[in-house]
């Protein structure tokens, strides 16, 4: 559970799934946080040699992969809450109802104020699907999960790799909102085009995303995420790990420097392979920890306070509100400050940790999970 310190006793692999995972995310984000977002999806944006290779490691590394990371742990935090609802008795329907509840709004906030790449709204929507799913066997929910998996680049390719062709004024308005203006300039640029791209992100983002709950749900039902010692995850380092890495940087190395519609298509069919892969690896990492990492886990346990505070943080320094960098510092240096941002951001949850259990946003996510229990 978030605050508390890993323990051979508890299974550790989440904990550095987490903990991997928000730092792939940020390097993402901030590719959209501190540029303009309204070029076409698979159009190279490098201005320099320093940039494209840049954008080469992010999107061959961890563009969908580590959304992947994530999108599999919420699968097994719902089996983790299945188990402690069991364990206390509690009314499981209602607990998840108001969890989705909770993320749709912190979402629509996170969306509309700070990043309009929200995933919490995402989540809230195929969360409440994978509930109906929660009793299925292990067998179908793998099965359906690798089928979504699959399916996903057939829905999303012609979405993504659709002609872009933005009208120039829409990039003076992006600059005058996000280059020169105040927040609420800020903020109705990206409720605009957080409302406007949602649709679409649902469709694009959701099919994977729900192809990963239903694998992570599996894999608390199995059993395998409590043993990061079990025979498939060995299977996906070996099969996975290095085939679906080199051919998602070969992929990402087409984007950048030859057709790029062909490389984008290759990093995003690529995508699941990748991520196995991580799983893979990621459970060869988990073993127990020492004093300082096991605090260092615990703080990424809080990754719902971490991910928002990451765009919150991000979003401050970008935009011409705040330190004024949108569009002024090199790609390299965006991501450097992302990686500096999440580790700000892991120490102070190290400090707030020595007094208070739980992250500030999981905090307002636990009052609105168990609202109306009198807690």
Known sequence: MPG???????ALMPDYLRLIALFGIVVVNVQFIGFSVLHGFADPVAQSPADAVTLWLVNG?????????????????????MRSAARRGLAFGKLYRNRMLGLLGLGLLHGCLFFPGDILVIYAVTG??????????????????????????MIALPLLLAPSETPPEFFAIEQNALGAGGFLDAVMFRTVGFLFTLPVFLLVQGVSA????????AAVRAGMIDRADHALWARARRVC??????LSLAGA????????????ALTVMIAPVATLGYLGAIAALARPPGPIMSRVLAA????????????????????????????????????????????GLILGLVLWHGRVRQGPFEWVLRRITHAGRGR
């Not at 590394?61 to 809450?81: D, E, I, Q």
């Not at 790990?241 to 080199?246: E, I, K, N, S, T």
């Not at 505070?309 to 991501?335: D, K, N």
Request: hydrophobic share 55%; net charge positive; with cysteine.
């Open 4 to 10: 508390q310190v890993a323990t051979p006793s508890r």
């Open 61 to 81: 590394l961890a563009l969908l992969k580590t959304y992947g990371l994530f999108s599999f742990m919420f699968g097994v935090g719902l089996g983790f809450l």
């Open 128 to 153: 409440s699907i994978l509930y109906l799913l929660r009793d299925w066997p292990v067998r179908r929910l793998v099965a359906v999960g690798a089928g979504l998996l699959v399916l996903q680049p």
């Open 210 to 217: 729900l192809g990963w709950f239903c694998l992570g749900l």
């Open 241 to 246: 790990l290095w085939p679906g890495v080199a």
């Open 253 to 264: 190395a087409l984007w950048q420097w030859g057709p790029a519609h062909a490389g984008a």
């Open 300 to 343: 990424g346990g809080s990754s719902l306070s971490i991910y928002l505070g990451q765009s919150i943080v991000l979003s401050a320094m970008f935009a011409a509100y705040g330190l004024g960098l949108w569009e002024e510092v090199s790609r390299p240096v965006a991501t450097l400050i992302a990686l500096a941002v999440t580790l």
